[in-house]
């Protein structure tokens, strides 16, 4: 399963390997930082704003991510019908006819023609369209759906707050474009993610079971079975050697959400307490196993870092070489509570 390696220099390399999970902005960025080294979150936020090297939108499983800027096109592709069906399906229940989502598309892009917009702005213009549906989440889907249409992705936050931008407009960078990509998806899942399953690729790529069965046994000999179900890229080194260090991984981070069976992580209690309530926890992780979540809390100009243990917990001495390290990327004091 995936341990993270602090080997990458930039955040792309990161993001063109691993798809970061970012519905948190700042869990994002920190996911970055534990697979890298020497990289500051304001280097990770140049490289997705000025250099625009990755986007963040959403995609596998309409949750969001951080993709590269070539690979996002396809890969939106391959995954946006049926999350363009249950945004139609979301929008008729949340009030929004057909007709009134028709308005809204030219008045947004309208909009948008001028640069980043905040979405309280979007809204608000829609509304004195008289386009103004009863439902909370309606907004939203719509967003979601020109989002999978190819329309709009996540901008930069302007005054604190998100923005929405043209896709057209904040892509520059030529998309790449696989013959198969299916095969190609579960090539870089597998590279990234492996060991790991079919199933387990199907519930991360969001694909039906059938394209992902055909994606991955287009691989052929690039599949190498270790087992008991589970598969790794011929491009990967067999499992084994030294422990793995120990990381401070940030909230919804791949390491647990890339896999439908998350047993890797530990025992079911621990992952119980990992996932409590639908959110995916800070963790601490040692040689592969989580051993506890760990929370940050805003302390002045610093952050305080508490650990609540959920098994044995690591040295305190390699737990603080990491809380160090997360305090160096945010440029911030963290102080090990």
């Not at 719509?142 to 407009?169: A, R």
């Not at 491009?235 to 030294?242: I, K, M």
């Not at 209690?269 to 995916?280: K, M, N, P, R």
Request: aromatic share 8%; charged share 30%.
């Amino acid at each position: 399963m995936l341990i993270p390696s602090a080997a990458a220099k930039t955040a792309f390399d990161v993001v063109d390997r691993v798809f970061i999970q970012a519905q948190d902005a700042r869990a994002a960025r920190l996911g970055i930082r534990a697979r890298s080294k020497g990289l500051t979150e304001a280097d990770v936020e140049r490289e997705r704003l000025k250099d625009r090297s990755f986007v963040r939108a959403w995609a596998m499983r309409g949750t969001i991510h951080l993709i590269a800027s070539e690979d996002y096109p396809w890969i939106r592709d391959l995954v946006a019908a049926p999350q363009i069906r249950a945004s139609q399906r979301r929008l008729a229940q949340e009030g929004l006819s057909p007709r009134q989502a028709e308005r809204a598309r030219p008045i947004i892009r309208k909009m948008l023609d001028h640069g980043p917009v905040q979405r309280a702005e979007i809204r608000e213009k829609l509304a004195s369209k008289g386009i103004k549906p009863k439902g909370r989440q309606a907004f939203v889907h719509l967003l979601n759906l020109m989002t999978f249409e190819g329309e709009i992705v996540t901008g930069p936050h302007v005054d604190g707050k998100e923005t929405v931008v043209l896709l057209d407009d904040w892509i520059f960078r030529r998309p790449r474009a696989p013959k198969e990509p299916v095969a190609e998806l579960a090539r870089r899942y597998l590279i990234a993610y492996g060991p790991a399953t079919i199933d387990d690729f199907r519930w991360w790529s969001s694909l039906t079971a059938a394209r992902a069965k055909a994606g991955w046994a287009a691989l052929g000999d690039e599949l190498v079975d270790e087992g008991d179900g589970l598969w790794r890229h011929r491009s990967q080194s067999r499992a084994g050697g030294r422990p793995a260090p120990v990381r401070l991984l940030p909230m919804w981070d791949h390491y647990f959400l890339g896999y439908k069976d998350r047993t890797h992580a530990g025992t079911p209690l621990l992952i119980g307490g990992v996932s409590a309530g639908g959110v995916f926890s800070p963790l601490v992780v040692a040689d592969g196993k989580a051993s506890g979540v760990w929370r940050l809390t805003k302390r002045g100009t610093g952050f305080d870092l508490t650990l609540e243990p959920l098994g044995r917990l690591p040295a305190r001495s390699a737990i603080g070489k990491e809380v160090a390290d997360i305090g160096r990327f945010l440029g911030s004091e963290v102080t090990l509570g």
